[in-house]
């Protein structure tokens, strides 16, 4: 830790401050600033360097302009004189000697032979120029322009007969480019000037403009905050941006599905409540009858006892069914597949309840078309067959039927089962899959139901990736499909 300004600033503020740093540097405002940056400073440059470029080219071009013009007149001399086979002409020094002195330079007369015929520094005379830019300019290659950064330029042009267009020599001209760099370098500083306060415009207009197109999402958040909390509860609205509203209504959707979920899992603790509760009860009463009356008969207190004994075993099916629906509401890796026989399975199926069947005078009849066998977990696929053809039999007519049949085809198998009993309301037909849900409750009761077992049933089938649809007119029985992969998918 240590002293600032009077205040005790430790290390894990520090650390705060950088977090919340490094926070920022992650937000989508962070990310539109620098974009604005982005924007606004590189076109800024590039345009700086452009214009910082043509200027000084066009000062290059303008100044060896000039030159040229001035040496097309001493070209003609040079070539009427015989200058370049070796006559002297005062006229023609003094005419190079003045263009010397007017670009404060040097100028070189080059003959046919690469020799220095002429310089008006007066070192180089006699001497020979042998250079690739010499030989291009004996060539008739046109004028050609040399400068570089140390502030010097060379302008080398050929000198040429007109009616011939011979070239008969060639002429060098350096002279300094001080003035002209000077003269960029104070176009760049104030061009510098002006560009920073480009910049600090463009930094401020990308903070503002960075706080403006977040402020929509940051409405979002506070409103998702006030919903955790309980204070928003009929969903929120943001259309300031596509995206704002698309992000609301995916969340009032999602709060939509959430409410359904929460009611329906009120509905379900209630549900379960009040089917554990009511046997108990049952229990209760029976048994303070017994208490209450100190010289029961025995036949009296055998029937309450056998009517305990009901209470009991309806609320171990309850139990048990639910503990069966806690299993099947795991995920898939609860579940054990392994190559099944159905048509046995099915058989077995039938063997078990087909006592059932026999107390009601109900005819089963299975039918199968070719032999099946699948991927699936033996004993859920069972359970949820069991409980189909269970109630075939249970909610059937006296001397009724119950019809199973088995097909197949090159992805999945079939199972249809039929029955002529009371049917099923087509008003109840899309509710009889949800837990605890009854059609005649007075019914379900007297025949041991606990609401579970299409819930169970249908858990069971998705879990194999299947599917269950059910088809009934009330009075005339009911038709249950199910389709189940032939080989279990991931």
Same mark, same amino acid.
């Given at each position: +830790? ?38 606004? @400073? ?44 070796? /006559? ?5 020094? +003094? ?17 046919? *032979? ?45 000198? +040429? ?67 955790? @909390? ?61 208490? +209450? ?7 009296? !207190? ?6 305990? *004994? /009901? ?139 606990t609401g579970l077992g299409l819930a169970i049933t249908r858990n069971a089938i998705l879990m194999h990736r299947g599917a269950i649809k059910v088809y ?15 080989? !279990?998918?991931?």
């Amino acid at each position: +830790m240590y002293i600032r300004n009077g205040e005790l600033v430790t290390i894990s503020s520090i650390k705060k401050y950088l977090h919340a740093l490094g926070d920022f540097r992650k937000s989508l405002q962070f990310r539109i600033f620098i974009f604005f940056i982005l924007v606004g @400073t590189i076109p800024l440059f590039l345009l700086k360097y452009g214009m910082l470029y043509s200027h000084q080219e066009e000062m290059m071009d303008r100044h060896s302009a000039m030159i040229r013009n001035q040496c097309i007149q001493i070209s003609n001399d040079l070539i009427e004189t015989g200058y370049l086979e070796g /006559e002297r002409s005062e006229i023609v020094d +003094m005419e190079l000697a003045q263009l010397a002195k007017l670009y404060d330079g040097r100028v070189l007369v080059v003959d046919e *032979s690469f020799c220095i015929i002429k310089d008006t520094y007066g070192a180089d005379e006699g001497k020979y120029l042998i250079s690739k830019e010499a030989m291009d300019c004996f060539d008739g290659i046109n004028t050609t322009f040399y400068g570089n950064r140390n502030g010097s330029a060379k302008i080398m042009l050929p000198v +040429m007969e007109e009616q011939t267009d011979e070239v008969r020599g060639i002429m060098v001209i350096s002279f300094p480019a001080s003035d002209i760099y000077q003269s960029g370098k104070l176009l760049n500083k104030n061009v510098q000037i002006l560009q920073w306060g480009v910049i600090l415009l463009v930094v401020i207009f990308a903070f503002y403009m960075s706080r403006v197109l977040v402020k929509p999402f940051r409405k979002v958040t506070n409103f998702l905050e006030e919903s955790s @909390t309980g204070v928003e509860e009929e969903g929120i609205s943001l259309p300031d941006y596509t995206e704002t509203q698309l992000l609301t209504d995916a969340y009032n959707k999602m709060m939509v599905r959430m409410k359904e979920l929460d009611d329906s899992r009120q509905e379900f603790v209630s549900n379960v409540s009040h089917e554990l509760k009511t046997p108990i009860t049952s229990m209760k009463v029976l048994a303070d009858s017994l208490l +209450m009356q100190p010289d029961v008969p025995i036949e009296l !207190y055998q029937e309450f006892m056998k009517d305990m *004994s /009901e209470e009991i075993d309806r609320e171990n099916k309850i139990i048990n069914d639910l503990l069966s629906l806690v299993k099947l509401d795991k995920k898939s890796g609860d579940i054990h597949i392994q190559p099944t026989n159905i048509n046995e399975l099915l058989e077995l199926i039938l063997k078990r309840l087909r006592p059932i069947a026999d107390k009601k005078n109900v005819e089963l009849v299975m039918e199968t078309f070719r032999p099946v066998t699948a991927e699936v977990d033996e004993t859920k696929l069972t359970l949820a067959l069991s409980n189909l053809v269970e109630n075939a039999i249970k909610y059937n007519k006296e001397n009724g039927w119950v019809h199973i049949s088995l097909n197949v085809d090159h992805k999945y198998f079939y199972v249809k089962i039929e029955d002529s009993g009371i049917g099923i309301p087509e008003e109840s037909q899309e509710h009889i899959f949800e837990r605890f849900y009854r059609v005649d409750k007075s019914h379900s009761r007297e025949i041991g139901g606990t609401g579970l077992g299409l819930a169970i049933t249908r858990n069971a089938i998705l879990m194999h990736r299947g599917a269950i649809k059910v088809y009934s007119k009330e009075g005339e029985g009911t038709t249950f499909t199910v389709r189940v992969p032939i080989n !279990y998918v991931e």
